[in-house]
């Protein structure tokens, strides 16, 4: 049984690991800002009755809040095997000269300096124990820049150079680090860029089969479950229908 940490565990990508992980027995802590969720996702991994699970509900983007969230956990439960930073977000789709300052903080604060506050915090214990793997979700975002993408794609490689860096600077500690970089994948994401514009949200998955949440899950439990010298250090995953982030073969 294996510690699995999981940021963003209340929807989505975050949620279909932290349940593929769960599945297969392994002990889960699951992060989120909205509790209720927090408490959903609970009470559907107990009812697996493969392991156990312990929630915390906190805002990534806030550094004391995070570094109490880890300072709470039982000792036994800070032996953390696999740190998965999943927590992300697009706000807002316009060009850089009109962009909304709101936005591009709240994708900065989330995508960069929340990722650094949990790893900060995680990969001293990880070291610790000579042991350890972070797996960054980034995104298609952080190869390619597309229109009106600017911050979002700006955050997204920040992630790409941090992987790099963190495998660098943990290297001589045996710790592995990978990043998921998917393409377009069916999940609260545009909802959210569209602060909440159902209609236009809808309307980024029509034409083609997008990626789900559950394939990134599959994805990630592949790359943590490979043999102690073997790291995947990235993989970019996208629909058959993607080539790149603004290359598409959508039918009508």
């Not at 995680?122 to 993408?149: C, D, F, T």
């Not at 920040?158 to 990043?179: E, F, H, N, P």
């Not at 993607?242 to 290359?247: D, E, H, L």
Request: proline share 4%.
């Amino acid at each position: 049984m294996k510690t699995v940490l999981i940021t963003g565990a209340t929807s989505g990508i975050g949620r279909a690991i932290a349940v593929k992980f769960a599945e297969q027995g392994n002990r889960l802590i699951i992060s989120g800002r909205r509790q209720n969720r927090l408490d959903e996702l609970q009470k559907e991994i107990l009812s697996f009755g493969k392991s156990e699970v312990k929630s915390l509900c906190f805002d990534i983007r806030q550094k004391e809040a995070v570094y109490a969230a880890i300072d709470s956990l039982p000792k036994e439960w800070k032996e953390i095997d696999i740190l998965v930073n999943n927590a992300g977000l697009a706000s807002g789709l316009s060009p850089i000269q009109e962009g909304d300052i709101d936005d591009w903080e709240k994708m900065i604060d989330t995508n960069i300096k929340g990722l650094l506050y949990i790893t900060r915090k995680v990969a001293p214990l990880m070291i610790a124990r000579q042991k350890g793997h972070i797996i960054n979700i980034g995104s298609i975002a952080g190869k390619e820049v597309y229109p009106k993408g600017n911050i979002y794609c700006a955050t997204k490689h920040a992630v790409d150079a941090l992987t790099k860096a963190m495998r660098i600077d943990m290297l001589q500690d045996g710790i592995k680090v990978s990043q998921i970089a998917p393409g377009a994948a069916e999940t609260e994401f545009s909802r959210v860029r569209f602060h909440g514009d159902e209609e236009r949200a809808s309307k980024v998955y029509q034409g083609y089969q997008p990626l789900t949440a559950e394939d990134i899950a599959e994805t990630a439990f592949f790359i943590a479950n490979l043999p102690p010298h073997v790291n995947i250090s990235d993989l970019m995953i996208v629909p058959t229908s993607q080539a790149s982030a603004y290359c598409w073969n959508k039918r009508e």
